[in-house]
Nanobody, 132 residues
Framework: VQLQASGGGLVQPGGSLRLSCAISGLSLRYYAIGWFRQAPGKEREGVSCINASDGNTYYADSVKGRFTVSRDNAENTVYLQMDNLKPEDTATYYC??????????????????????????WGKGTLVTVSS
């Protein structure tokens, strides 16, 4: 199983970026995918999650109303559309999943970032920098 996050870059405050998480080695429709971020000197934070089977989503309060997670099961790809970006969104963003935990449990782990170590599969991160 491999996850590859991409789409990061430098954007001005108020701008938008769309991150992609391309997944291989599994059929996305049977799993949930979480997005995390980690800023320098800060702990890893769960940002969003999508249950690829039923489309249920989770968003951290810090991004609710600005970020939208979606999936394309045919392309085995999950997206994170980030709008109205703020300097505090600056971080390296990662996608992650697990094959043995249930889909709702994966999203529960995203909501409780302290348990993120329970997720077995992580992609290499993509850096998002929000600065003028």
């Amino acid at each position: 199983v491999q996850l590859q996050a991409s789409g990061g870059g430098l954007v001005q405050p108020g701008g938008s970026l769309r991150l992609s998480c391309a997944i291989s080695g599994l059929s996305l429709r049977y799993y949930a995918i979480g997005w995390f971020r980690q800023a320098p000197g800060k702990e890893r934070e769960g940002v969003s999650c999508i249950n690829a089977s039923d489309g249920n989503t989770y968003y951290a309060d810090s991004v609710k109303g600005r970020f939208t997670v979606s999936r394309d099961n045919a392309e085995n790809t999950v997206y994170l559309q980030m709008d109205n970006l703020k300097p505090e969104d600056t971080a390296t963003y990662y996608c992650a999943t697990d094959l043995t935990l249930s889909r709702p449990w994966v999203c529960k782990i995203v909501a409780d970032s302290g348990q993120s170590g329970e997720l077995a599969y992580w992609g290499k991160g993509t850096l998002v920098t929000v600065s003028s």
